[in-house]
T-cell receptor, first 113, second 113 residues
Framework: KQEVTQIPAALSVPEGENLVLNCSFT??????LQWFRQDPGKGLTSLLL?????REQTSGRLNASLDKSSGRSTLYIAASQPGDSATYLC????????????FGQGTILTVHP | DVKVTQSSRYLVKRTGEKVFLECVQD?????MFWYRQDPGLGLRLIYF???????EKGDIPEGYSVSREKKERFSLILESASTNQTSMYLC????????????FGSGTRLTVV
């Protein structure tokens, strides 16, 4: 059974810092990995999708890496801003024909001015 | 961009009522999903559908049913709402194939009183 773990559970940083969120998964037989952002009381917004054959993806100040063999992914946020404050969820797809999605518990990020 | 639209952001229903949560996607995705999200429990899969009129139970189907009469629409039905079904409900869709990620709606916050 796939398990996804995110570290740290919460992170508080001053504005402008570069930061790294970590995600690990137990079964390397994945189709892909997604990083999502969730604001309080809202739905999930997909930030980055990394295919199992890829090593990283970039979007603006965000960079996600994937090391499938070791079961790890990191989300790097450059020059953090207060507007980045949210919960960040890592999720892997795989294991079934329809692509079962397994989530981590999330990292609550607070960026203070 | 794929859009997944949930018809209600907030709903308040009484115990015992029959409740319908509606979800529509506009990108011809074969697969649609209903999750609920609760503090400390994360996101849990209730039901999913991989084609019109087809449905499969997820991890917590008890107390719920679903309907998919058209490809773009997936409805979650609470046959007799109970207070323990108070939750955030999230709909998602995904195309079939290894390389595709998930797209989520903005969520419905359901309160059963």
């Amino acid at each position: 059974k796939q398990e996804v773990t995110q570290i740290p559970a919460a992170l508080s940083v001053p504005e402008g810092e570069n930061l790294v969120l970590n995600c690990s998964f137990t079964d390397s037989a994945i189709y892909n990995l997604q990083w999502f952002r969730q604001d309080p009381g809202k739905g999930l917004t997909s930030l980055l999708l990394i295919q199992s054959s890829q090593r990283e993806q970039t979007s603006g100040r965000l960079n996600a890496s994937l090391d499938k063999s070791s079961g790890r992914s990191t989300l790097y946020i450059a020059a953090s801003q207060p507007g980045d404050s949210a919960t960040y969820l890592c999720a892997v797809t795989g294991g079934t024909s329809y692509g079962k999605l397994t989530f981590g518990q999330g990292t609550i990020l607070t960026v203070h001015p | 961009d794929v859009k997944v639209t949930q018809s209600s952001r907030y709903l308040v229903k009484r115990t015992g009522e029959k409740v319908f949560l509606e979800c529509v996607q506009d990108m011809d995705h074969e697969n649609m999903f209903w999750y609920r999200q609760d503090p400390g429990l994360g996101l849990r899969l209730i039901y999913f559908s991989y084609d019109v009129k087809m449905k499969e139970k997820g991890d917590i189907p008890e107390g719920y049913s679903v309907s998919r009469e058209k490809k773009e629409r997936f409805s979650l039905i609470l046959e007799s709402a109970s207070t323990n079904q108070t939750s955030m409900y999230l709909c998602a869709s995904r195309a079939t194939g290894y390389s595709y990620g998930y797209t989520f709606g903005s969520g419905t916050r359901l309160t059963v009183v």
